[in-house]
């Protein structure tokens, strides 16, 4: 909620209920704190029906979600897009922006109650990727034609893989990695694929306000619902750290004063 607000500011209002993404103008500072101090194209509107913690789980991974799917990747309506590592926060969001967008949606998860947590999203298709096989599944699904689009989480573990199951014309988007990878370019060059990366810190002004713009109809009518996995107190702040980088992701982690 907004608590004031300084000279000039004129789309923000004193008291309105607000998140803030902090990718723009600046950083935020104070965010692990009670009060942030934001430059106004930070603020946005928080739907009456969010509540705080779910407005706080809104920022990078639905930004996030909506920048590797329609601004790198260019999904379409009628495409089919597997969401690698689809449990946590941001392949949460991008399981909702491409169901909402009439995507044929593929998630993965390696936990039971990560893979229901997918289908509760109405995800159209889950796979375990503790399984061994578990891609060829994905090529019996879509009956050879494979992904024509993959947002991929892990990629020093996945990226090899993903590139045997895309469509001709594919796409993958790196989002998350956590070391090196080898892969084979020929699986890339006999599909025509190719194979994007995306940080929310290099986007412009002008793309981020797009974003959140296009995010305000799907918060509004809870086509868009951010889930809070966990709600932990601020004074845990480390301990949510290293929860973030566990197995079994589950929603967002939200801190709490």
């Not at 928080?46 to 991974?61: K, M, R």
């Not at 019996?140 to 494979?146: E, F, N, W």
């Not at 895309?166 to 990878?181: E, T």
């Amino acid at each position: 909620m907004v608590a004031a607000i300084g000279k000039g500011v004129r789309n923000v209002k004193f008291s309105e209920r607000v998140y803030i993404a902090g990718t723009i103008a600046g950083p935020i500072f104070g965010a692990y704190a009670e009060l942030a101090l934001c430059a106004e194209q930070q603020v946005h509107r928080l739907p009456d029906n969010l509540s705080f913690a779910q407005g706080a789980a809104i920022g990078v991974p639905y930004a996030t979600a909506y920048r590797a799917l329609f601004q790198r990747a260019q999904a379409k309506p009628g495409e089919t897009v597997l969401v690698h590592g689809a449990s946590g926060g941001v392949g949460t969001a991008a399981l909702q922006l491409a169901i909402a967008h009439e995507m044929r949606v593929i998630g993965t998860a390696g936990t039971e109650r990560g893979l229901q947590h997918i289908r509760d999203q109405g995800t159209h298709h889950v796979l375990d990727h503790r399984q061994a096989g578990y891609l060829d599944e994905l090529m019996k699904l879509t009956d050879g034609h494979g992904s024509d689009v993959i947002l991929e989480m892990l990629a020093n573990v996945n990226l090899g893989k993903d590139l045997t199951v895309l469509a001709n014309n594919g796409r993958v988007v790196v989002i998350g990695s956590r070391g090196n990878v080898e892969i084979n370019p020929r699986d890339l060059m006999r599909r025509d694929a190719i194979v994007l990366g995306m940080i929310l810190l290099t986007v412009s002004v002008e793309e981020i306000a797009s974003i959140h713009d296009a995010l305000a109809a799907g918060l509004a009518n809870s086509t868009l619902k951010p889930v809070v996995g966990q709600e932990m107190p601020l004074a845990d702040a480390p301990r949510a750290h290293e929860s973030v980088m566990k197995p079994g992701a589950y929603g967002k982690i939200v801190l709490v004063p």
